[in-house]
C-alpha cells in the first residue's frame, strides 16, 4: 500500500520560509519512470501543481508563481522528497499536498487527474 505523509507545514510571516517534507512508503521512490510532484489548493480554488520532478531528477518544473522561491527535491535514500519554500507570500497561503504518478514520466501541463498518489496535506499560513 502506498502512502505520502507530508510535514513541516505552519505559520509564517511573509518573507519567511518553511521546508515540507514528504515521505514515501511502499512506493519504489528512485525508480526513473515516475513523476513526482507538489500541488497547492487554496480555499475556493482549485488544486494546482507547484512543482515537479522527473527522470532522475533532472527535470524539475515549476509554476511560474513560484520560481525562484521554491526549490524541489528528493532524497532516494530516505524515500522522501522535499519543498523548500522561501520569501513567502500571503498568496502562498494553501493546503499542500505531495503526489506521485506511478510508472509514468511527467506529463505538461501538470493536472492532478495524473497523478495516482496523494498525502493527506499539510496547511501552509503566511500572513502579512
Known amino acids: 500500500q502506498v502512502q505520502l505523509v507530508e510535514s513541516g507545514g505552519g505559520s509564517v510571516q511573509a518573507g519567511g520560509s518553511l521546508r515540507l517534507s514528504c515521505a514515501v512508503s511502499g512506493y519504489t521512490f528512485s525508480s526513473s519512470r515516475n513523476c513526482m510532484g507538489w500541488f497547492r489548493q487554496a480555499p475556493g480554488k482549485e488544486r494546482e501543481g507547484v512543482a515537479t520532478i522527473d527522470k532522475g531528477d533532472s527535470i524539475i518544473v515549476y509554476a511560474d508563481s513560484v520560481k525562484g522561491r521554491f526549490t524541489f527535491s528528493r532524497d532516494n535514500a530516505k524515500n522522501t522528497m522535499y519543498l523548500q519554500m522561501n520569501r513567502l507570500k500571503p498568496e502562498d497561503t494553501a493546503m499542500y499536498y505531495c503526489?506521485?504518478?506511478?510508472?509514468?514520466?511527467?506529463?505538461?501541463?501538470?493536472?492532478?487527474?495524473?497523478?495516482?498518489?496523494w498525502g493527506q496535506g499539510t496547511q501552509v499560513t503566511v500572513s502579512s
Open positions: 503526489a506521485v504518478r506511478a510508472g509514468s514520466r511527467c506529463w505538461y501541463p501538470t493536472r492532478t487527474l495524473d497523478f495516482d498518489y
